[in-house]
Nanobody, 125 residues
Framework: QVHLVESGGGLVQPGGSLRLSCAAS????????MGWFRQATGKEREFVAA???????NYDDSVKGRATISRDNARNTVYLQMNSLKPEDMAVYYC???????????????????WGRGTQVTVSS
């Protein structure tokens, strides 16, 4: 059973940056594809970015060029660097892991088996 804990959220002004972290326990992340999703108030959870075992990445069009997903297998941690933040980026951000052995960094929520509890990102001046 993989346990995921997100951190790094907070209040940031428009145009600012944040780095979100997702620390894993109960499994070695090197054999899991990982993803970041977000859910704004009153909206459905949506895909942000994902990364495979081999560091192939996949981004939603809304964050391309502003977001970078990365992983540090030695630390069992996945990161999401978000730059040039906009008010519409405000949401709870969730880290997720696919099942062991599934490498493709898919955009589908249903493909992810393990989820963290999320970290709030507020973008406001």
């Amino acid at each position: 059973q993989v346990h995921l804990v997100e951190s790094g959220g907070g209040l940031v002004q428009p145009g600012g940056s944040l780095r979100l972290s997702c620390a894993a326990s109960g499994g070695t992340l090197s054999r899991y594809a990982m993803g970041w999703f977000r859910q704004a108030t009153g909206k459905e959870r949506e895909f942000v970015a994902a990364i495979s075992w081999t560091n192939s990445t996949n981004y939603d069009d809304s964050v391309k060029g502003r977001a970078t997903i990365s992983r540090d297998n030695a630390r069992n941690t996945v990161y999401l660097q978000m730059n040039s933040l906009k008010p519409e980026d405000m949401a709870v951000y969730y880290c997720a892991a696919r099942s062991y052995g599934q490498s493709y960094p898919t955009q589908s929520i249903n493909d992810y088996r393990y989820w963290g509890r999320g970290t709030q990102v507020t973008v406001s001046s």
